[in-house]
């Protein structure tokens, strides 16, 4: 009897497994330039100009606090001494923090093309009603409801940007996106400068600011409902040609962490444990929670620094402009050689460097053209480095639900850093800043050194993984859900 029992088959030796595996890679060699070409194309076009524009408005209507500030905002809210105007910026990013996980896994649930235009449309909408604010407490409630909806933009343009692109194309159109946010600055400094001089109805200066920035928004929220694809798949600018290749190449791509669609990938708590466990999470986590630091202050309190070197009003609001602008351009000239180069990390150690050079001028100088010239720096180093990390973190996680818990979790914890940003800059340090600029300057060494360590630990693992020491991974009883852990995967530096 006992002879006759069924037994189970022997487990292949591990050499079969890894001969399989290369034979499987071997297939997925796969190429057709002339088809990605075709589908970038189709993709910038129909894609990037919404991104683009959500994340201007976004930055417009979260920082544009900072240029009402100089229009008589305090003046009318009766918060202009002590740190009641910090508080108001610092309840923002409460919400801000909390959504980011939660939003990030509702984005394919609930549709991108109509998630991300109705978080759009909602936050122009309650911009819009700071403008009738005529209290501290309301300003306070209308900046917690401006961070709820706009909590889940950036993440979810991440996710939606790796849902479209390989993971060697995303950095070039997270740049293209992301400099809307010097641009920003630019065109909100523009803007305020104009919109501060109007007097009509009772409402004097400040108010419509944002009136016309939050009415601005809504109207384009509202256009991208109808414009916004969710998938590839559901693309109706694709033919079925392009769909197929689209799904195809993404998961040649993703180098055995899943061998699924986007649109078939589902949630569990597994992939939740796998984005806790990966380094480069935490890595990210820190270096984008020091970087944050100054960039966020940058973003919010530039018109103050430059009122401070002696400029008023209008005046200050206009000399916004030019550095932003540096920053604007930097962005794009970086992303592109970023893509090309398939680096990230030195990217972010080049421009820490400057804006490091950019803070030391602040504090060091008594001369306003030197200072003006080291605002430039930072900009310059400080907003080309953010959209390398959000693309740093999205390349380095797979599949979809374990990138879309992390770069949630990642963007969540660096943005605890505007706890800190939003008050080294207070009006008692007026007009030197030099609690604000020396803070921001160690933030920057800090990331440096972070970011150095993020490199040599993802040299470390690769190296490992060409050598084959982690090709006993491919016997593990979940060899198929292996996500950025699969031998195959290499982590883009």
């Known amino acids: 009897m006992a002879d006759s029992k069924l037994t189970q088959p022997p487990e292949p030796p591990i050499d079969d497994i890894i001969q399989a595996e290369k034979a499987f890679n071997a297939s997925l060699l796969e190429t057709n330039p002339a088809l990605d070409k075709q589908l970038n194309r189709k993709f910038d076009l129909h894609i990037l100009p919404w991104l683009f524009g959500i994340w201007l408005f976004s930055f417009i209507d979260r920082s544009n606090i900072g240029n009402a500030r100089l229009a008589g905002l305090p003046e009318s809210l009766s918060i202009t001494t002590g740190t009641l105007f910090n508080v108001a910026l610092l309840v923002f990013y409460i919400p801000y923090i909390l959504v980011d996980v939660p939003s990030n896994l509702l984005l394919k649930k609930l549709k991108a093309g109509i998630y991300l235009p109705s978080l759009i449309t909602a936050w122009g909408l309650v911009c819009t009603c700071i403008g009738f604010t005529k209290s501290f407490a309301g300003l306070v409630a209308c900046r917690v409801l401006l961070g709820l909806f706009e909590g889940g933009i950036l993440g979810g343009v991440i996710m939606y940007l790796a849902m479209f692109y390989p993971r060697n194309q995303v950095l070039y159109r997270s740049g293209l996106f992301y400099c809307a946010a010097p641009l920003s600055g630019a065109f909100g400094g523009l803007l305020a400068s104009a919109l501060g001089g109007i007097t009509v109805g009772g409402y004097e200066r400040w108010p419509w600011i944002f009136f016309i920035e939050g009415a601005m928004t809504v109207v384009f929220g509202v256009v991208c ?145 030197v200072k003006y010239a080291g ?119």
């Open 375 to 493: 605002t430039f720096l930072i900009a310059i180093g400080v907003f080309q480095a953010s959209p390398m990390l959000m693309g740093w973190v999205a390349n380095n996680l797979a599949p979809h639900y374990v990138r879309a818990v992390g770069v949630g979790i990642v963007i969540s914890l660096a943005n605890c850093s505007a706890f800190i940003g939003t008050f080294i800059y207070l009006a008692r340090d007026a007009p030197k800043y030099v609690l604000g600029h020396s803070i921001s300057l160690g933030a920057l060494v800090i990331t440096l050194i972070l970011t150095c360590a993020q490199i040599a630990y993802l040299s470390w693992e690769n190296k490992k993984r060409d050598c084959g020491d982690r090709d006993a991974r491919l016997v593990e009883d979940n060899s198929h859900r292996l996500g950025h852990r699969h031998p195959r995967f290499r982590y883009t530096l």
């Open 225 to 369: 409902f109808f414009f916004m694809p969710d998938t590839p798949a559901l693309a109706k600018f694709l033919t079925d040609e392009e769909k197929e290749w689209a799904l195809r190449r993404m998961k040649i791509d993703a180098s055995g962490s899943t061998s699924l669609d986007v649109d078939e990938e589902r949630f569990d708590w597994g992939w939740m444990r796998m984005a806790l466990r990966a380094p480069q999470m935490w890595f990210c986590a820190a270096i984008w929670f020091f970087l944050l630091v100054p960039l966020y202050s940058y973003s919010l309190f530039l018109p103050s620094i430059i009122s401070g070197m002696g400029y008023r009003s209008t005046t200050a609001q206009l000399f916004t402009v030019p550095p932003n602008m540096a920053g604007f351009f930097t962005v794009i000239i970086a992303a592109h050689f970023s893509d090309k180069m398939k680096k990230r990390g030195v990217f972010i150690v080049g421009g820490v460097i400057v804006g490091i050079a950019g803070y030391v001028m602040l504090l060091v100088s008594d001369r306003n053209g």
